[in-house]
């Protein structure tokens, strides 16, 4: 009732400032304002914390993380076997590169996913390949809108996501020109590709049921093919104004991710040519330049982030999940991929 109140009689308050004050002040609970100054408090001590801690000596992930973190990199494992024999070019980015570089080569401890990032031409060969490739088997691959994602093996969910990158039609050097084009591709968002169209992941506590009878159709469909070409073809448009990408052209994931990620808007040279490095005892591609890429993303890499979340800390599994999870983490991946090609 002290709210309503409160509210009514602060519509009468013509000042935006006054009112604000008048709310703050009678609308809140004595509780609320002590409530408020202790988690001013609490912000302060765990900004102290991120900026203070050795975030490379933080101790390596156990139970359902482990589990999902074993389990991505054994997709990564079979993805470059494949992307060695078919010539096609990637490199590790987003969690795994940090990874990488200030994790001494293993999993962020509360990073349970690989990003993957390859260039369109590459990526738009893998949309062939993979598909067919996967049909039929236990490891489970989506078209998911406009990147393709492997997301479980069997009945165990796990999330392992394949973007394209695109090279802008010329190489921006500034960052004002770099903000114009996040401008740009934000707009394109906005206007074309903001829906998701295609709920095929399933983050739960279990995995799909025709995913489980094994009734999952890795092939992209007609009507996903199309969005995606005219998606492409609106970008070459609006974005591209017809013009060819140039040979060292600015790097951009273009509508292939959220909209909440364009830092990814790299220098071409930060990442190609790639190189090679180990995540968890594989080795892959990762960018020429990791530090500048990661810099780009997370700003002071170093420091512990404020808050992220623990999604597979947080996933009850299922006896029948560990279990597959276990098999998949046991398997030898030259067998399973000479598996696939038979």
């Known amino acids: 009732m002290r709210k309503i109140l409160v509210h ?74 494949i992307c060695r024999e078919h010539g096609l070019d990637y490199y590790l980015g987003a969690g795994g590169l940090l990874g990488v570089m200030r994790h001494g080569g293993r999993s962020v401890p509360w990073d349970d996913d690989i990003d993957i990032y390859m260039p369109r031409a590459d990526y738009e060969k893998a949309m062939e390949l993979f598909p067919k490739l996967f049909k039929g088997s236990d490891l489970h691959l989506a078209f998911c809108g406009y990147y393709m994602q492997f997301f479980g093996y069997k009945n165990f969910p796990m999330t392992f996501d394949i973007f394209p990158v695109d090279r802008y039609s010329e190489k921006l050097a500034t960052e004002s020109g770099k903000l114009a084009l996040k401008a740009e591709i934000m707009r394109f968002r906005h206007v074309h590709t903001a829906k998701k169209w295609l709920a095929c992941l399933a983050h739960g506590k279990e995995l799909p049921a025709e995913v489980q009878a094994g009734q999952i159709d890795p092939t992209i469909s007609q009507r996903m093919r199309e969005k995606y070409n005219t998606a492409r073809r609106l970008w070459e448009t609006e974005i591209m104004k017809g013009k060819r990408p140039a040979k060292d052209g600015t790097l951009v994931c273009s509508f292939c991710r959220p909209p909440s990620v364009y830092r990814y808007i790299l220098d071409f040279d930060w990442v190609f040519p790639t190189r090679r490095g180990k995540y968890n005892g594989i080795e892959c591609n990762i960018p020429n330049r990791p530090d500048s890429v990661l810099s780009s993303e997370y700003g002071d890499w170093w420091a512990l982030p404020p808050k992220f979340h623990l999604h597979s800390a947080a996933r009850k599994l299922s006896p029948l999940m560990v279990d597959s999870a276990n098999e998949f983490i046991a398997t030898d991946m030259k067998k399973f991929y000479k598996g696939l090609k038979k």
């Open 8 to 81: 009514i009689i602060a519509l009468f308050i013509r000042d935006v400032g006054r009112r604000r004050a008048f709310r703050d002040r009678y609308e809140k609970s004595e509780n609320d304002r002590r409530f408020e100054e202790l988690n001013r408090k609490l912000d302060w001590i765990r900004d102290f914390h991120c900026y203070f801690t050795d975030i490379s000596a933080a101790p390596a992930a156990r139970g359902n993380m482990h589990l999902a973190q074993a389990a991505t990199t054994k997709v990564l494992e079979l993805f470059d076997m």
